[in-house]
């Protein structure tokens, strides 16, 4: 007798495939070594899926797939979905003592981005070349040691020895925001005060930087006003979430599911 390591599922009497599980899976996470995990997580997402197209069916709903941009448009399937969500969540909008709650709370969380001021000197390096990357290393480690003993002449020092651009403006990169920078330049520009210089090279794919931070905005309180729209999305999205999950448990709850034992969302 063959065994099958899963069970078979099954919605309503109709059979979800396992090979479209085993697909499915791979969207979802799961710790090394439990893939079953994954499987059920996978399950789960295709039961609730055929359960609210059969609903869809069933009410003999109708949906044109939309255009979702760059020549991507939705499925069949996508559009019945949305359709039937379309017709059986709605949520009134957030009142303005709601949103005005949220932001009472804490109105501190509602910032404007920080803004860094800085200046660099670039040892430049191939990541993939080790000989180049050691050399580099070498050369920005003296660097920032000259830069450290003589701060006022970081300038100079950029205009002479750095390999970016910058230099012809001794090194200064401008105002920079959240993202504008690699990763690990930016971390490094988070540990400076102002005026600072790099201990040790900032090592990014580029190759290694000597940094020092000019000036630093930490950004600033944002007035209701001005945050009030976000603020009020945000209440709506998950007001609609919620509801979407009401209906869909509902829908659990009246079904015939066998083969996997779903849990609420």
Same mark, same amino acid.
Request: proline residues 6%; negative net charge.
């Given at each position: 007798?063959?065994?099958?390591?899963?069970?078979?599922?099954?919605?309503?009497?109709?059979?979800?495939?396992?090979?479209?599980?085993?697909?499915?899976?791979?969207?979802?996470? @799961?710790?090394?070594?439990?893939? +079953?995990?994954?499987?059920?997580?996978? %399950?789960?997402?295709?039961? &609730? =899926?055929? #359960? *609210?197209?059969?609903?869809?069916?069933?009410?003999?709903?109708? @949906?044109?797939?939309?255009?979702? +941009?760059?020549?991507?448009?939705?499925? %069949?399937?996508?559009?019945? &979905? =949305?359709? #039937? *969500?379309?017709?059986?969540?709605?949520?009134?909008?957030?009142?303005?003592?709601?949103?005005?709650?949220?932001?009472?709370?804490?109105?501190?969380?509602?910032?404007?981005?920080?803004?860094?001021?800085?200046?660099?000197?670039?040892?430049?390096?191939?990541?993939?070349?080790?000989?180049?990357?050691?050399?580099?290393?070498?050369?920005?480690?003296?660097?920032?040691?000259?830069?450290?003993?003589?701060?006022?002449?970081?300038?100079?020092?950029?205009?002479?020895?750095?390999?970016c651009s910058s230099k012809d403006n001794y090194g200064a990169l401008g105002q920079l925001s959240p993202g504008d920078t690699v990763p690990e330049f930016e971390a490094a520009l988070e540990q400076l005060a102002?005026?600072?210089i790099t201990v040790t090279p900032v090592k990014t794919r580029f190759g290694y930087h000597i940094i020092r931070l000019d000036a630093h905005d930490q950004g600033r309180v944002l007035p209701f006003n001005i945050?009030?729209?976000?603020?009020?999305?945000?209440?709506?999205?998950?007001?609609?979430?919620?509801?979407?999950?009401?209906?869909?448990?509902?829908?659990?709850?009246?079904?015939?599911?066998?083969?996997?034992?779903?849990?609420?969302?």
């Open positions: 007798m063959t065994r099958t390591l899963f069970p078979e599922i099954t919605v309503n009497g109709k059979v979800i495939d396992a090979a479209n599980i085993a697909t499915e899976s791979q969207n979802h996470y @799961a710790p090394k070594g439990k893939p +079953g995990l994954a499987w059920r997580k996978a %399950a789960q997402a295709l039961v &609730i =899926r055929e #359960l *609210l197209l059969q609903e869809a069916r069933d009410r003999k709903l109708e @949906a044109e797939p939309a255009d979702l +941009g760059d020549k991507r448009f939705e499925t %069949a399937e996508e559009a019945l &979905i =949305r359709g #039937l *969500l379309d017709t059986e969540v709605t949520i009134d909008p957030p009142s303005e003592e709601a949103v005005k709650a949220i932001w009472n709370k804490d109105p501190s969380r509602f910032r404007s981005p920080p803004l860094w001021e800085a200046s660099h000197i670039l040892c430049a390096a191939d990541p993939a070349d080790e000989a180049a990357c050691k050399a580099a290393l070498a050369r920005a480690t003296v660097l920032n040691k000259i830069a450290l003993e003589n701060p006022k002449g970081f300038s100079k020092l950029a205009a002479g020895e750095s390999d102002q005026g600072e945050v009030q729209p976000r603020i009020a999305e945000a209440l709506e999205k998950s007001a609609w979430a919620k509801s979407a999950q009401d209906f869909t448990n509902r829908l659990v709850a009246t079904a015939d599911v066998q083969g996997i034992e779903l849990q609420a969302l």
